[in-house]
């Protein structure tokens, strides 16, 4: 909890914006204005870090609804299905599960290319 509100509200209430640059305070160090400092271009790392952590939670977030909601139709088209449609579902979970998770990473990345969007 305490990370969503430092992520999503916390940059609400920050007087400094993401993109804000201001060069006049390049590499300051720690303190009470800019609790973590300053980059090269002056921008405060403490909001960097609030808006930096918002998208790996969104992209866990929604990776486990997508993942969730997979996860109950095969479910019930297994349990309300005949045997032999549950015995294809269970073969196909069993290679899923069987495969590195490595390998699947690799070939998202050689089909989309290296970037951070390819892997959300």
């Known amino acids: 909890m305490a990370l969503l509100f430092f992520s999503f509200v916390g940059p609400l209430f920050y007087p400094h914006g993401v993109d804000q ?3 006049s305070r390049q ?8 609790p973590f400092g300053t980059d090269e ?7 960097q870090m609030m808006v930096g952590g918002q998208l790996p ?9 997508l993942a969730s909601a997979v996860g109950v139709v095969a479910g019930l088209l297994a349990s309300f299905s ?6 294809v579902i269970m073969r196909v979970t069993d290679t899923i599960f069987g495969i590195p998770q490595v390998v699947p990473v690799f070939f998202i990345e050689a089909v989309l290319g ?3 969007m390819s892997l959300y």
């Open 27 to 34: 590499l300051l160090p720690p303190s009470l204005e800019y």
């Open 82 to 87: 005949s045997p032999a449609l549950d015995n």
């Open 114 to 116: 290296a970037s951070a």
């Open 57 to 65: 939670i969104l992209g866990g977030f929604v990776t486990a609804l």
């Open 21 to 23: 640059i201001d060069l």
């Open 41 to 47: 271009l002056g921008q405060n790392e403490l909001v």
